[in-house]
């Protein structure tokens, strides 16, 4: 037989190639006999034999000499053995990579993310789930709510993190969301601004305030309703979507601006946080993996870190904008 006709006969045999004669036919061959194959395989030295048989007869060619004093395999059965030797170490490997991703030793993780989460949240928690799964290849995708929602369903990211301040725009039973944090939107003031030092400012005391606003940005959403809801329409006076544009204009004194609490670490020292109170607007955080589908293992564990990470951000954030005000 052939190196083709052995192929051939792998892949388009009668039969599926059985890994298990292979082993035997491995066996064999490193032990000498059936006999000594037997008791290494605990199997009876009849099956070793049915077990050759077969094999012969799906190669169609002898594999094994008999003799009296052991066996010995013939060039046919030698060249089996050499291919033989390949597939069942790469199926061991995969095995053991199989077990590797399966206990978090290996495999890959990719999470989506916006912008904003990437200041803090995202960072602490790559930083921790890296310092409790070290083998797992992390890869960070980031892009707004709605494309991270298709990627997702697409399959090009296991988790993500997505806000509600636009719709998604995939059906709901695409996605698994889990409620992962409130992020409230602090007002940024300039240093010197009449309410930098208030005891309180609500939504009401900006009604003559000029804002720094994207018309489409993450925003204006929360600002437009928490406006209208305290009687008024924001006067969008400078449009800017960056977080460091924003802030530059905030620090010049032109404008005042909302910013996310996820976003609080980049806040530039010239700039005073205050928090609205009740006023506050709102959005809130969510988990989102695909509902149906294959799961990478790494989704949970990913999971528990987000929420630990954003349990303490929380608290973090708060204790930060309130010590911007007493010291104000």
């Known amino acids: 037989m052939s190196t083709n006709d052995l192929w051939h006969w792998l892949l388009y045999g009668d039969g599926m190639l059985d ?81 590797a991703l399966a206990g978090l030793a290996g495999g890959r993780l990719r999470v989506g993310t916006f912008g904003t989460a990437n200041a803090t949240l995202i960072p602490l928690a790559i930083r921790m789930f890296g310092d409790e799964h070290p083998d797992v290849e992390l890869q960070l995708v980031e892009g707004v709510s709605a494309t991270l929602a298709r990627r997702l369903v697409a399959g090009e990211v296991d988790l993500a993190v997505v806000s509600d301040h636009q719709p ?5 039973d695409e996605l698994e969301l889990e409620h992962l944090m409130d992020d409230p939107l602090f007002l940024a003031l300039p240093a010197d ?38 009687g008024f329409e924001p006067r969008i006076g400078f449009e800017a979507e960056g977080w460091l544009g924003k802030q530059g204009l905030v620090a010049a004194g032109v404008g005042v601006t909302l910013i996310p609490g996820v976003a609080l670490a980049t806040v530039r020292e010239d700039v005073v946080l205050r928090s609205l109170g009740a006023d506050a607007p709102m959005r809130r955080l969510y988990l989102a993996a695909q ?17 630990r990470v954003a349990a303490e951000h929380c608290f973090t954030c708060a204790a930060r904008v309130d010590l911007a005000a007493a010291t104000t």
């Open 19 to 99: 890994v298990r004669r292979l082993m035997v036919l491995r066996e064999v061959a490193r032990c000498g006999s059936f006999s000594a194959a037997a008791d290494a395989l605990s199997f009876t030295q009849p099956a070793i034999s049915r077990q050759i048989a077969a094999l012969e007869a799906e190669a169609g060619t002898q594999l094994v000499d008999r003799r009296a004093r052991g066996v010995r395999l013939t060039p046919a059965g030698e060249l089996l053995l050499e291919h033989a030797d390949a597939i069942l170490d790469r199926l061991s490997a995969a095995e053991t990579q199989l077990e």
């Open 291 to 307: 509902a149906c589908g294959y799961r990478a293992p790494a989704v949970e564990p990913m999971k528990d870190v987000l929420r």
């Open 168 to 172: 998604l725009g995939v059906a709901g």
């Open 193 to 230: 601004h009449a309410l930098a030092g208030a005891p309180e400012v609500r939504m009401a005391d900006l009604r003559d305030e000029v804002w720094i606003e994207a018309r489409q940005g993450v925003c204006v959403g929360p600002l437009l309703t928490a406006a209208q809801a305290a």
